[in-house]
């Protein structure tokens, strides 16, 4: 093919991607430009570098050269600028990022898990077989609240008697404090060397395990399980990606390769932070959960039910989000 018939064939082509370059050049954010969808510009600019590499290798005019030289120094402009909309950058993180880092710190957040549930499952079979060690983790005061709010007398479970349905926004706010505050001292402590994540998740396992063991007896088992089946699903889960984050802080202070300690910090610290954003998250979804649906009036069936499809969700939405066939 001579420059002639190249041209003739692929002219409109070129004019409708140039077009397409201004107006986005012209523009925040567009969803059709110039009739052309947005989805078909990664493919159009691939058929323009294609086509400036023939005109390369087959010594065409210079002008030719340079005009799809130019076409393709736009269009990469275009298809690798920074994303400013807040918005969809949100949605890619938690669609994307989040998950992806997730996914490539496993050894993290299966060892955080390591250290979060095998404590709570001991104290939890532990206070299960002898009632009164809950009061080797809690004082009197703090059991007798916790056997008050699972008393199956109340109206609402999980609720004091003299808390009403009114304080379910309270209550939310509230929630979402005390969770991100768990979440937030589980990450930090890991910048001592990773120690102090390890201190927590093994705290809050004990505190949490020997809670469940001992609400495991009649008359509160039902009423207990069937208020946190839900939240746990995201409240749990987010706890132990929080310890995650924070003992990747604490192995990059331990083993930071050829680095520097505090080199080694400052290269691994984003990553930590999309971890610890992306929990922070989840526990703002389970404070919700906990202050709408956990202590609402539906039938014990109906809340197991709903919590098997909250932990369907989770683990789908960790192990597949952002997921592509090249990913390793």
């Known amino acids: ?46 058929k323009i570098c294609n086509h400036y590499s023939l005109s390369q290798a087959r010594h065409y005019r210079p002008a030719l050269v340079d005009k799809l030289h130019d076409l393709v120094l736009r269009g990469h402009l275009q298809l690798y600028r920074k994303k400013t909309n807040i918005f969809w950058s949100i949605v890619h993180f938690i669609a994307v990022d989040f998950p992806r880092t997730l996914r490539k710190k496993a050894f993290f957040f299966w060892l ?3 250290f979060f549930c095998v404590p709570g499952l001991i104290a939890g079979l532990a206070a299960h077989n002898d009632p009164v060690l809950i009061y080797t983790i809690m004082d009197e005061h703090q059991v007798a609240d916790m056997e008050s709010m699972y008393n199956p007398g109340n109206e609402k479970i999980g609720r004091s008697f003299e808390r009403t349905e009114e304080d379910d ?10 969770n991100i505050s768990i979440g937030f001292r589980t990450f930090s402590g890991g910048i001592v060397f990773g120690i102090g994540s390890i201190f927590f998740l093994f705290f809050n396992g004990v505190m949490l395990g020997g809670v469940a063991g001992h609400l495991s007896h009649p008359p509160f088992s039902t009423t207990f399980w069937q208020f946190v089946c839900g939240h746990g699903s995201f409240e ?45 998250l989840m526990l703002v979804v389970a404070a919700f959960i906990e202050a709408f649906w956990s202590s609402s009036g539906f039938s014990a069936n109906v809340k197991f039910s709903v919590a098997a499809v909250l932990w369907s969700m989770v683990a789908l939405y960790l192990f597949l989000a952002g997921r592509r066939s090249r990913e390793s």
């Not at 986005?24 to 567009?30: G, H, I, P, R």
Request: hydrophobic content about 40%; proline content about 3%.
């Open 1 to 46: 093919m001579n420059q002639n018939q190249f041209e003739e064939a692929y002219q409109e082509h070129w004019q409708e991607f140039g077009r397409l370059l201004d107006e986005l050049e012209s523009k925040d954010t567009a969803k059709k430009t110039s009739g052309i969808s947005l989805t078909e510009f990664p493919a159009r600019y691939r």
């Open 112 to 114: 955080s898990c390591l």
């Open 169 to 178: 926004l309270t209550m939310f706010g509230f929630y979402i404090l005390n």
């Open 236 to 280: 749990l889960t987010a706890i132990v990606i929080c310890g995650a984050a924070g003992l990747l802080l604490g192995y990059s202070l331990l083993v930071p390769g050829r680095y520097r300690r505090r080199d080694a910090l400052r290269m691994t610290a984003p990553v930590a932070l999309k971890l610890v954003m992306g929990g922070a």
